[in-house]
């Protein structure tokens, strides 16, 4: 009797850990971040299929390029959604971050705005034109000029160019480098500039119908979910990685962005 109730006791006890315990359940959310804007907005609908998988998600919204990279490689994340692959190449090899690419996501091809020229062949000499002041966008812009004709670049520049590249420049554009996140409010000050679409929908800003220029769909510049290196081959992050890639996701992104924002999966 004393042995059959150790042995219940026993079996309790293990019940109670097991239940306690997440393994097939999630003990909490993952913790994804996003920029604000159509990546917090996509999130939301991939959050909605993900829990129909059993994968729980709490979105993190950010307001800058920075810092969600440093919260994931901080373990204040458990991924993010919001840069390209040189961006996140470039931080990686800038801060030595272990961050990895675990599946693309959208494409966000890069819009030229002004208010004061409708056309890029209006901008006066000595424009002054605002460029993202991170290597990567700022290189990316430099290269749609480039492919406007405004400006040649050094053939060697690549991906990464700087304005310290540029080797004609009839305009004599003057390049204000700002933070990506500022550059929509500093339309007014500036002669153009050239606003990351994640930046420029929630400033009210229409790829279709403002830009006056925009980038060509065929760039390196696909977004991407990252994440740490150590959770790469995790089951949750291939649940994540399939919610994303869902044809419900795709479908959205067509209808609620009209062509602003593109599928890159």
Do not use: C
């Amino acid at each position: 009797m004393q042995k059959r109730t150790l042995l219940q006791s026993t079996l309790a006890l293990a019940l109670a850990a097991t239940l306690s315990s997440p393994l097939l359940a999630q003990d909490k959310p993952i913790k994804v971040g996003v920029t604000a804007g159509p990546h917090a907005q996509i999130f939301e609908q991939v959050k909605k299929i993900a829990e129909k998988d059993g994968l729980k998600i709490q979105i993190v919204e950010f307001s800058d390029y920075v810092q969600p990279n440093a919260a994931l490689a901080a373990g204040d994340l458990d991924a993010n959604s919001y840069q390209h692959k040189p961006y996140l190449d470039q931080q990686v090899k800038d801060r030595g971050y272990k961050l990895v690419s675990a599946g693309y996501t959208v494409n966000f091809p890069i819009g030229l705005y002004s208010k004061k020229v409708k056309n890029l062949t209006d901008l006066k000499q000595g424009a002054k034109f605002g460029i993202p002041n991170d290597p990567t966008n700022g290189g990316r812009v430099l290269l749609v000029l480039q492919d406007k004709g405004l400006i040649k670049l050094r053939p060697e520049a690549g991906l990464k160019a700087t304005p310290l590249d540029v080797i004609d420049n009839p305009k004599k554009l003057k390049f204000v480098e700002l933070d990506a996140a500022q550059l929509a409010r500093s339309l007014d000050d500036l002669d153009a500039a050239a606003i990351n679409t994640s930046y420029a929908l929630p400033a009210g800003l229409s790829p279709a119908k403002d830009a006056i220029a925009q980038e060509s769909a065929k760039s390196p510049y696909v977004n991407l979910i990252a994440v740490r290196e150590q959770d790469k081959d995790k089951a949750w992050v291939a649940k994540l990685v399939k919610a994303y890639h869902s044809e419900e996701i795709r479908k959205y992104i067509q209808t609620e962005f009209k062509g602003a924002v593109l599928a890159g999966f």
